[in-house]
């Protein structure tokens, strides 16, 4: 059976980085680059004329330093508009306060523009199958920052905390299955009940809640 392709709208103003990042996807079986767009203005008009006509993508591949309406906004203005697509963002920094404004705005993955062309990818996979992403250097930065208190009790089992651990790090439900010598299925059942747990509405904010409560 052919795989299905993942269509990707590519959003960055500066041509010889869209370029690369155009070459770099289509390269990969299973991902197509079918729209791109300079800015984030550009990119609402793709998007309302090929929604409209049935060709629009499945995720949105933005760059978080666009002129004129930047990319926390267009990420925001997307997600009102079209709330089912999935939006990778790319920045050249992994300032926290950037990153966490770009997880208020909607975005469901966010990567480093530096990093190599395979995390890339991931994201983009990731966030068509539904998943949050972090780029593992930016993970990394941001949940290190974060000075968390004495530790109290914790609500999740010990193998709750090493499925959060690995979440923390980066790495997808394959990549924690792999490493715990478990399935994909019990990965997930894991991760139900860590959201239920923590009041969590997806894996970037229960791993930022755990770190603040000192669960990890």
Do not use: W
């Not at 309406?69 to 920094?93: F, N, S, W």
């Not at 068509?128 to 089992?157: C, E, F, K, M, V």
């Amino acid at each position: 059976m052919r795989e299905a392709l993942i269509s990707v709208l590519l959003v960055e103003d500066h041509a010889f980085t869209r370029d690369g990042l155009r070459v770099a996807i289509n390269f990969e079986s299973g991902l197509r680059v079918v729209g791109e767009a300079r800015s984030g203005e550009e990119a609402l008009e793709v998007l309302a004329r090929t929604v409209a006509a049935g060709t629009g993508p499945e995720v949105v591949v933005l760059d978080i330093g666009l002129p004129g309406m930047d990319g926390i906004e267009t990420a925001a203005r997307i997600k009102r508009l079209y709330p089912g697509l999935r939006i990778v963002m790319l920045t050249a920094h992994n300032l926290r306060a950037e990153v966490l404004a770009a997880m208020g705005s909607g975005a469901d993955a966010y990567c480093l523009k530096s990093a190599e062309p395979e995390l890339l990818l991931l994201a983009i996979r990731a966030a068509a199958a539904g998943s949050a992403y972090l780029d593992p250097q930016i993970a990394h930065h941001i949940l290190g920052s974060i000075r968390a208190p004495s530790p109290g009790p914790s609500p999740l089992t010990e193998r709750e905390t090493e499925v959060l651990r690995l979440i923390a790090d980066g790495l997808g439900n394959k990549e924690i299955a792999a490493q715990l010598e478990i399935s994909v299925s019990t990965v997930k059942f894991h991760i139900q009940d860590i959201l239920q747990k923590l009041s969590a509405t997806d894996r970037t904010q229960a791993a930022v809640k755990a770190l603040r409560q000192g669960l990890l």
